[in-house]
């Protein structure tokens, strides 16, 4: 097992990857269980974190459950964490044992932790997206901590023979304050590992006050490695006698081969063979193209650029981005087909309104831009694939390519590496896939690279959208009606393409006395699909700048309207975290004015936005402060971010996801797009497409309020409401108002 | 012949127009320089050649014959240099994909200005995207950097 340095550890696993059925029935009426598998490994947990508690009742109950996650503490000190997650850089690799070292008491220098290997039927479910990571695992990495604590106390109050009731833990130790001893963890570990495991339900957790590392900053545990260049990322993979693939397939999604110059390009230097896949169709597995191996990426790349195809287009995407503009202005003032939302009366409310505003937002299509370009390593064995992946979803991976080499899951053998960026795009599995298929053609590994034109060119798109809105004031400035028909995409004819819904829920429609939200699909055949806070990023900054329009019509103040549509402090569906709580949200509001100084004086040319959003079970508001000159160019100042995710683990993660999303939204509203012509993506590299450079990044003010709500993911929420609050600033220094991202097709710059 | 971390690798055999990047990654096995994009625009590829950034990915291997190449690899001795230190002690890295190119690039602004304002450091760091957005943290670390005494 070369995943681990830990050879315990590994032993254990591959005891259960070989029989996963041998673990006694008895274990699995327990949450957590102990291991004796090794002599000499000291005490070894292991125990199951699932999506949900549901999911994790279902899993105690299955014949054949099987942990997922271990914690070894060693006779020498040291505590190994199995972390489970994929590091995609919101810092789940640190989190997690974070949490379990704060209830177990660990010194944070003694932990060490090792990535899992993919596979479900020992790890269960393995992902990162929607920001979920921690909170569902929150409870079960806790209670496996407080376990591991519970019994190294136990283990040293038998060996002093005093109540354990009279120990305290503190920093991999053990102390008996009575007596004056004390035991390290190590020291006790043998012991601890044969007394009986104690229920993990009836174990006391800590309380917020009594978190020693939990809210502090811990600089992530992969840091030296990725400071010296240690390999770590998927395109870092190498296997003896690997060979290198590149996959070309039509521009236009869709597209077949007619015909290629593969005799040709299997004459050029290092080209191993090329070949046509017919692929099965589907864009998330392996569409029709042509695969080139070589012997190295630059003889694949170079052979590439020769590589003259010739698409059968007849089945291919004919998508426009200049016809849906056209096309969606011209319906924007009528109602759409489908009804999300509706509540009183608007036509009502609209005529007896003392003022009425009406405005067309839009925003374009944008890919993932991950920095690592899509890849994966496979090797094809005959009855068995080994592969290496960078995946938000390896399990489904797993399940893909196990159906499409008709191959048994457990011959499917998969290596979870670090990705380089994720956003949403490595939810979907097309490059693995795609490796497995030309894996199955080559004789030996090959590892599949994709251009970083390949990549921005076959993606999943956030899609592009429009809303068109009018709203009605009360004689005090009071919103009393509210309507918006949301232009958005469908690949199928009857549901939205993935990131491009509207939710009944959506803010502010269900808060008011009168409100409508109408939709209309458009077709569409380019691929969408999940962009970091999928539908909010872009939702967020039609709606909120909306309002910030009503209330500049209202003649009230920003902060004071909101709250007034906030209203009393409710649950909008009590205990379901995924729904909006108003008094989490005025909180944020109120901290965000009051950090970013709202309300106080600014030179000529300067302005204050706000913003708020709740999207993926985190409250945000946001405060821009933002210059504006003459020539439409703007400065970014500062952008004070107040957050409400319960908990913070690790603030110094918090802080850098913060930071990261306030750059990535202002990055993304101000420049980036890609055009859609012929099917065709227009953009390809970096030129095209100018992610924003360092001198551009606003300083970033992070503030949060450490609520007793279970921790959720902050590396999506704090996204949406940025592209709004700049917008409001832009508006409150200059006047401008900016209905259509990317602002540079509004002659705005940076 | 050319040098990489004060190592003689021989260039016989290889196509003299492959870029350094892949004779770096797929010959050498030095798999810390990165691809992001192949033309220069993202910096993730940066080395240093004679102690001057360069971007790899662009390089043919016929343009640095004889010639001295540092890599991130290279870059720690017998302890961490400086910045590579301030980018764990800042924690700088979100997904880790640019920073081995943010360091390269920040190592040799220091070495040309011991004592960088932002200015010089948004100039000198002005070829090297992070997608995840860690520009505030990296400006930091360079500071802290400077003032641990890099020469
Ligand atoms: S890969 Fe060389 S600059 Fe982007
Ligand atoms: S840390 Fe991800 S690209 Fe910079």
Redesign the interface.
């Known amino acids: 097992m070369s995943f681990s340095a830990d050879s315990y550890i590994s032993e254990i696993i591959a005891e259960f990857e070989q029989a996963p059925r041998n673990v006694p029935r008895a274990f699995s009426r327990r949450s957590i269980l102990k291991f004796t598998g090794a002599a000499g490994a000291g005490l070894v947990l292991a125990f199951s974190l699932t999506p949900s508690s549901a999911e994790a009742a279902a899993a105690m109950a299955a014949k054949d459950f099987a942990p997922n996650v271990f914690l070894r503490v060693a006779p020498d000190g040291g505590i190994v964490i199995i972390s489970k997650g994929p590091e995609?850089?919101?810092?789940i690799k640190t989190a997690f044992p974070l949490i379990i070292a704060e209830e177990m008491d660990a010194a944070w220098a003694d932990v060490r932790v090792e990535q899992a290997m993919i596979n479900p039927a020992i790890y269960g479910r393995q992902s990162a997206g929607g920001s979920t990571s921690i909170p569902n695992s929150w409870d079960q990495l806790r209670r496996a901590g407080a376990t591991a604590r519970a019994m190294l106390i136990a283990a040293a109050a038998k060996q002093w023979n005093v109540p354990a009731s009279e120990c305290t833990a503190s920093a991999s130790k053990v102390i008996h304050a009575a007596s004056n001893r004390e035991a390290t963890y190590g020291s006790l570990a043998i012991k601890a590992a044969a007394l009986p495991v104690p229920d993990a339900t009836k174990l006391t957790l800590k309380t917020r006050s009594e978190y020693k590392l939990l809210g502090n900053?811990?600089?992530?545990v992969?840091?030296?490695a990725?400071?010296?260049?240690?390999?770590?990322?998927g395109?870092?993979q190498?296997v003896p006698g690997m060979l290198?693939a590149v996959y070309e397939k039509c521009p236009a999604v869709g597209g077949k081969v007619a015909s290629a110059n593969l005799d040709y390009i299997k004459t050029l230097?290092?080209v191993k063979d090329a070949f046509v896949l017919e692929g099965n169709g589907i864009t998330s597995e392996v569409m029709p193209g042509v695969a080139i191996v070589a012997d190295?990426?630059?003889?694949a790349?170079?052979a590439k650029r020769a590589l003259q195809v010739v698409w059968d287009e007849s089945g291919a995407s004919k998508d426009s981005w200049t016809k849906i503009i056209a096309d969606a202005k011209r319906i924007a003032k009528q109602a759409g087909a489908d009804s999300i939302q509706k509540i009183g009366n608007v036509d009502e409310a609209l005529k007896g309104a003392a003022k009425t505003v009406e405005a067309f937002y839009s925003y374009p299509f944008v890919p993932h831009?991950?920095?690592?370009?899509q890849g994966c390593t496979a090797w094809f064995k005959g009855d068995e694939i080994e592969m290496w992946v960078t995946s938000q979803t390896p399990e489904r991976a797993r399940t893909n390519v196990a159906k499409m080499l008709n191959l048994a899951e457990e011959k499917v053998v998969m290596h979870q590496l670090?990705?380089?960026?994720?956003?949403g795009r490595r939810l979907v599995n097309d490059p693995v896939s795609e490796a497995a298929a030309i894996a199955q053609r080559v004789n030996a590994p090959v590892k599949l690279?994709w251009?970083?034109e390949d990549d921005m060119r076959h993606d999943f798109y956030r899609p592009g959208g429009f809303h068109q809105f009018t709203g009605g004031l009360d004689a005090n400035g009071k919103l009393i009606a509210w309507r918006g028909h949301f232009i958005t995409f469908t690949s199928d004819g009857k549901t939205p393409v993935s990131g491009g819904n509207i939710a009944a829920t959506e803010f502010p429609a269900p808060l008011l006395a009168n409100a409508e939200i109408t939709q209309t699909m458009l077709p569409l055949m380019t691929p969408c699909g999940a962009w970091r806070a999928p539908r909010s990023n872009a939702i967020a900054f039609a709606v909120q700048s909306f309002i910030h329009e009503l209330a500049v019509a209202a003649g009230r103040d920003h902060v004071e309207f909101l709250l007034e549509i906030m209203g009393e402090p409710r649950w909008m569906a009590p205990q379901n975290p995924g729904a909006l709580n108003t008094g989490r949200a005025a909180a944020v509001v109120k901290l965000a004015a009051e950090k970013s100084g709202w309300g106080q004086p600014l030179p000529k040319g300067r302005g204050r936005g706000l913003a708020f959003h709740f999207s993926h079970a985190g409250h945000f508001a946001e405060v821009a402060e933002v210059s504006v000159d003459a020539q439409k160019r703007i400065t970014v100042h500062k952008v004070t971010v107040a957050g409400d995710v319960g908990p913070i683990i690790n603030l110094?993660?918090a802080e850098?996801?913060c930071?990261?999303?306030?750059?990535?939204g202002l990055?993304t509203m101000l420049n980036l797009q890609v055009g859609i012509e012929n099917g065709r993506i227009l953009e390809g590299?970096?030129?095209e497409y100018p992610?924003?450079?360092?001198?551009n990044?606003?300083?970033?003010e992070a503030h949060f309020i450490q609520s007793d709500f279970p921790p959720t993911g902050l590396g999506e929420p704090a996204l949406p409401p940025v592209a709004p609050a700049i917008a409001n600033a832009v508006f409150a220094a200059s006047g401008l108002r900016l209905r259509n991202m990317p602002l540079r097709n509004e002659g705005v710059t940076i | 012949m050319f040098k990489v971390n004060g190592t003689e690798q021989s260039l016989e055999g290889i196509?003299p127009?492959?870029?350094l990047l892949?004779v770096l990654?797929?010959?050498l096995?030095?798999?810390?320089?990165?691809?992001?994009?192949?033309?220069a625009?993202?910096g993730?590829c940066t080395v240093h050649l004679n102690g001057q950034p360069i971007r790899a990915c662009v390089t043919p291997i016929s343009a640095i014959e004889g010639q001295a190449i540092t890599?991130?690899?290279g870059?720690?001795t017998d302890k961490?240099n400086a910045v590579?230190q301030a980018?764990?002690?800042?924690?700088?890295?979100?997904?880790?994909?640019?920073?081995?190119g943010q360091?390269m690039t920040a190592v040799a602004l220091l070495k040309d200005k011991p004592a960088p304002t932002d200015a010089d450091?948004?100039?000198a760091?002005?070829g090297?995207?992070?997608?995840?957005?860690?520009?505030?943290?990296?400006?930091q670390a360079i500071h802290a950097a400077a003032k641990g005494g890099v020469a």
Do not use: H
Not at chain 1, 418 to 423: E, H, L, P, T, Y
Not at chain 2, 128 to 139: A, F, H, Q, S
């Open positions: 995609i850089g919101q810092g900053r811990f600089t992530g992969d840091n030296l990725v400071v010296t260049g240690k390999p770590l990322f395109i870092d190498t290198y230097p290092g190295s990426t630059w003889s790349f170079k831009a991950t920095l690592e370009p670090r990705a380089g960026g994720g956003f690279q251009t970083r110094s993660g850098n996801q930071q990261g999303a306030v750059t990535d990055s590299n970096f030129t992610i924003l450079r360092m001198k990044a606003p300083i970033v | 196509d127009s492959t870029p892949w990654r797929d010959t096995g030095l798999v810390g320089t990165k691809y992001g994009c192949g033309i625009q993202c993730a890599t991130i690899e870059l720690a961490l590579q980018w764990i002690d800042y924690d700088v890295a979100q997904c880790g994909y640019c920073q081995a360091i450091i948004d100039q760091m002005s090297n995207i992070c997608r995840c957005g860690t520009y505030v943290r990296i400006r």
